[in-house]
């Protein structure tokens, strides 16, 4: 995932010093933030203010100062914010259906609603959700469905319209394995082939990683960090992690022997400095190879986004 | 391990707080202050006697409307409010008898019910006697059986509805059926099948023990009228038998959330 | 040339209107998911369609009665119909025993339009749905808007279909199309006072059902605005020996209303028919004032 | 003692099947549930918890029948699965009244509730009303009042949903240094590299069936079935695989398009791994990293469950 990360196309969203509170609660703290075309993720601990700002760039909730805008729209103008709407697919975060009707009912309603013809929006439906995968279950009313289903469903709603950009909240809440990893699929093709701007707002990093180009981290209402994620978790020198089978101590030996700088981890691996003598680890095989020893699993290391996000959140307070 | 009392006690003093704290309990007291606003309305404007307003109110609005409205606003929620709000989870992974949920928290509602239906009752009273019309006074003949009724008639109607509370999903509709379909059909019945309905008792109690006033009130003579202890004992034996099937319903049945 | 069409996810190609009245849909939606369940519709429009066709009947009856023909069942003298034209004999006036089915018939829209108005918000809050309404272009008047067609469609069917089955019967029994002539302003006078009393009805519930999370929950709170309100204003009427107190109740207002619309007799209630006009578009717009501000809410938290 | 044991054990609600014919013996220590939604998790665990009674079968937790059973409820804390509290009532007050239920006196209840909430981080919060608390701090309450009067086992359905990673890592650490104090625990998951961090012991349902129970590794291995997978990236893969070729137990290999990383399928991993530096050495291939991607538990749980 080599690609530009932020190329010059104008931002999809403008946001300048917003401001949001709940009574004493300041969910935004003068958020300014840009975002580049291309998958971006959206990340904080709970309560760091991220529903709260879906909700200032969909015009649902008006913010006490600054302004925003997105798809080129302002979300505190009436027009503005029916304009957005109809650019834009919202995927909710907690469960939600319209009682009594079937998946098909409901995302050939909701298309209409957005301004499709009656026509357009039932063969857009039946696209969308042979998209995410629902067949038949499509016929039966959605209040029936599993929770991994529902939330294809509010996937296939958000797209009926074919918006520009997303704003997807939590897209794997309440999936297992089998769901969320065809959910990370949808999003990463999304992003990655049919070229969607989409905001992926998280707490599961592995879902971000695994489908978004940048990561914008929040924290109490206002960003801690952003930037391409390939950059951020980069290390500085080439260093491996390896775990050794078979004769560990010799291997050892003839690591120190040899001048590598090694550590030893708490998993039984040990993390080895390769910068400058070697680009590879076949050096290591060799002494591997006459230590006896065998290389179970060689791995680069690369500080996951986990650290990132530990570090850009926590770097004041303590962890 | 907390025994059946204890656990009970714990219950009522906690829900005997939080009982007062909720939109249910917003909703019982618009019902209770309905009779006396009124009463207050008729005796300021109207030219009818305090005894005349403070029966006719008592007996056609407070005891056959509002006491049973009131009762199934607070009774049906005993055990109902803890599944919705799938908070029983909590309660029912406690070393402590299941009953004293059902006993704990409907004494707790009881207490809320008979305070609002006094203080409802007095005032009705009092307003309607500051009548200037001429009439007979509001004297305890009038007073004593409208605020005897209307406390024993809410702990009865509580009692019934919270045990349905346990036996059926939607408790409220069920009261709603009783109270209202069921008790008024059959009151209007000629003949012993009234003595099924809570408001036949509580019409032997006024019509025994209250003043002549009452008679006055449009329908109220209709039926005969058992004497007031045996109504009252009767009205005393509901009550337990309906608590104690609730309590053997709620420790036998499994409460399976929706997800 | 070979040409393939696999790739997953096809770009929509129609063009997006700003149609305005896309609101309509979610009215369309509503009424598509209320005649889902069968069993409700069979109950509550089952007893109003028999008493329509047995009533029309009677109706006929009456007519040839009139017309010194004896009335011929279809399938033959049966006691059903030997009944009916009994009841045809002693009927006074055709035009009056109309307004009392219609009176019958509007008791029974109180339940309809409770049942079916009832869940209309509370189960979109309950389940989230305002969550994708009001992600959509749809404003909160247009939301408003769609919900109160739907519980418009029911009660309307309830109240409306009656009266205008029996007036259309009424005008074939009678002789060379009379009814037509003498009474034809009824016809659009029972239009007229069904949508009024479907609107009215349809405010109020529509209003009990955004305040309340759970469609049990509204009903029952709408049996008790209907039973306290009744119940107050009879017991006030009775204390003051005055009618005038009737008026506290909705269903006493649009009585009288039908009364004078339909030109039936008004029972006890002889005051201006403006006041129950004034009481009853007070508690409708009391009932869209909580709708807006409840709608209002209901966006924000999405 | 053995924890838990189920002979037979089967519930159904109406017709849908929650557990069918389990029979398994659990010892103490910290258990992972598994499964795909709808695989009987939620169901077992209210079993094991007492608040459900089995259709069929017999359940045995630390000896005793749980339904209902308030010895059992003494001994044991549970987590529920749906967020709800009593969101009138502070932190503090909603675990101090559970544990006065729990036989506590007043004193004591009010001490230890302060502790339970200290040690899931919510110290400041305590005395503030559940309503105004995020999800992370709501499910954190959860646990709290599982865990204030020292259970012997807790019985947590779903405690990480919804935590951000912080507060994750927080609870993560509490179960095991739990754990290390003597606790039982049995914990559900959907989200796999939860467990992961928390154990290798696990126990793996699917349509209401115990598919797997016990350690990764000897789950893995009994897969005898699914020949290992060793994905090398390295700088010349074709020259590497065909050195590879005649290495021990070699099923297949798969160049990638872009001739950088190779996918190797072995019947006997061991083998192939001791035999591996001495060719890697020879050859100079450039290799970059090395891994087994099946040995964890997401492929264990991908091949037991397709």
Redesign the interface.
Known sequence: MAEASSSTAEAVVVIRGLEKSYGS?RALRSLSLELAPGPTGLL????AGKTTLIKLLLGLLRPDAGHATIAGCDPTTASGRLALRRSVGYMPENECSIPGLTGLEIVSTLGQLTGLTRADSLSRAHEVLDYVGIDEARYRLADEW???MKQRLKLAQALVHDPGLLLLDEPT????????RHMLDLIHDLGHVQHKSLLLCS????DIERTCRDVVVLKEGAVALAGGIAELTRTDGIR?RVEV??DRARFEQALAASGYACTPEVNGRIAIRLDGRA????EL??L??DSG????????VRSSL?QV??AG??NEER? | ??GLAA?TW??FR?QLS?VW??RRALACLALAAATPALAWLVAAFGEVSGAEIATNLGWLLLLQVIVPLLALVAGSAVVTEEIE???I??????????ASVLLGRWLAALLFVSTLLAVAALSTAFLASRSAAPGPAVGCGIVVPLLEAAVLGGAVYSAIFAAAGVFFRHPMIVGLGYAFAIEGFLANLPGRNQALTVQYYLRSIVGTTGSDAWREVEGFELSRFDSATSAVVTLAVVLVLFLAAGSWRI?RR????S? | MARTNTEVYRPFRGTLGARTLGFLALARAGIAAATKRKLPLVILFGPPAIATVIFSFVVYARFALEAGVTPSPLGGPSPASMIAVGFAKQMIQVREEIFMFHLAMSLFTLLVIAWFGAGLIADDRRLGAHLLYFARPLSRSGYLAAKFLTVLFFGGIAVVAPGLVICIVATFASPDFAFLRDEGSLIPRTILFGTLWAGVWGSVMLAISSLFLRKTLALVASFAFFMITTAISVVLANLQQDDRFLMLSLQMNMQRIAGWMLDGPSMRMHWDVRWSFAVVLGITAAAWAILFARVRRLEASA | MTLLVARDLARW?GPVVGLVDVALELEPGVIGLL?????GK?TFL?LV?????PSRGTIEVLGRDPF?N??H??E???V???D???N??TGRDFVA??L????HSAKQARDRAGQALERVGLADAMNRPTR?Y????RQRTKIA?AIAHAPKLLVADEPL???????R?GIVELMLELARGGTSILVSS????EVEELTDNVLLLHRGRVLAQGEVPEIRALLSRHPRKVEIR??DARALARAVLDLPGVGSLRISADGTSLGVETHDL?GF??A???T??AV?????????PDAGL?AV??YL?S
């Open positions: 609660v904080g601990p709970n309560g599993s929770a991994g809440s309440g999936l297992d394995p089998k769901g969320r707490h599961l990093l592995p491996v089978g078979g680009s590879d680890a076949d095989f060799a591997a190879a020893a065998s290389l179970r699993s060689i791995e680069e986990e996000f530990v959140v926590a962890t | 391990m907390p656990s714990l219950l906690t939080r704290w909720s709000d799938r908070t989870s909590y309660l029912f992974s406690r070393p402590i008898p299941r420790t499994e409460f399976v959330l997800a | 609600y499964g795909p939604n709808g695989a939620s209210k918890a007492g608040e459900i009674r209902a308030r010895a409820f003494a044991t804390g549970f529920p699965q749906q709800a509290l009593y009138d009532m009244f559970l006065r239920l729990s036989g105004g995020s999800r992370g701090m009042q949903a919804g935590l951000d990673p912080i507060a890592r959907h989200v796999l590299h390295a700088r061991e791994l001791s591996l530096p001495r890697a050495a100079r291939a450039g290799i970059r990293s090395l891994e087994t997401e749980f991908e469950v």
